[in-house]
């Protein structure tokens, strides 16, 4: 499967932005599909899943109530809508998918085996 991140972008404080993760070689109805962030001289973070059914949605304390993730399965593509973006959240925005089908979404980065370039974020003051 190959994932490609897009839709990052210098934004200022307050704004708005939405992320898309479009994919290839496999169908994202089945599997869970997170979001990740890795701002610079920092570790790689967990922002956002989504199950494989979409019922349920997980998002880390930073972002609750800002970002929503979705999932549009006809165009086999997952988002992230960025709300009130603040300057911490300047990083490069990773997606990736779990390769069991119908498992859980997961929120550490060792459960995901696909993964996106990346797109980069800049919140400015």
């Known amino acids: 499967v190959q994932l490609q991140a897009s839709g990052g972008g210098l934004v200022q404080a307050g704004g708005s932005l939405t992320l898309s993760c479009a994919a290839s070689?496999?169908?994202?109805?089945?599997?869970?599909v997170g979001w990740f962030r890795q701002a610079p001289g920092k570790e790689r973070e967990f922002v956002a899943a989504?199950?494989?059914?979409?019922?349920?949605?997980y998002y880390a304390d930073s972002v609750k109530g800002r970002f929503t993730i979705s999932k549009d399965n006809a165009e086999n593509t997952v988002y992230l809508q960025m709300n009130s973006l603040k300057l911490e959240d300047t990083a490069i925005y990773y997606c990736?998918?779990?390769?069991?089908?119908?498992?859980?979404?997961?929120?550490?980065?060792?459960?995901?085996?696909?993964w996106g370039q990346g797109t980069q974020v800049t919140v400015s003051s």
């Open positions: 989504i199950s494989w059914s979409t019922t349920y949605t």
């Open positions: 070689g496999r169908s994202l109805s089945r599997y869970p």
């Open positions: 990736a998918v779990r390769s069991q089908r119908f498992s859980e979404l997961g929120i550490n980065l060792t459960e995901y085996d696909y």
